[in-house]
């Protein structure tokens, strides 16, 4: 699976996943899925329900990752899978 790159807003409610799609031509057709999840409970009991998942282009998805930053989001590890 691709790497993914996480980051979760100041208030703890939202957290969004980065991740490259896989059928993309590197070099060509590269898009990357941004997935948006609802914390409900706690975060490290519970996987956030996922709300939308958009594909975008890799450079725009650096942009709002960027532009997400600025707001006062900061980065998280991965949060959609239970931690044992």
Not at 14 to 29: L, M, Q
Not at 40 to 49: A, D, F, I, N, T
Not at 53 to 77: H, N
Request: proline share 2%; glycine share 4%; no cysteine.
């Amino acid at each position: 699976m691709a790497k993914s790159y996480w980051l979760i807003n100041s208030r703890r409610t939202e957290v969004k996943r980065f991740i490259k799609n896989e059928k993309s031509i590197d070099g060509v057709f590269e898009y990357m899925f941004v997935d948006t999840g609802k914390i409900v409970g706690e975060l490290e009991k519970e996987p956030p329900v996922i709300t939308i998942s958009v594909s975008v282009e890799i450079d725009l998805a650096r942009e709002i990752y960027q532009r997400l930053l600025s707001q006062g989001w900061s980065k998280t590890e991965d949060v959609w899978t239970k931690k044992e």
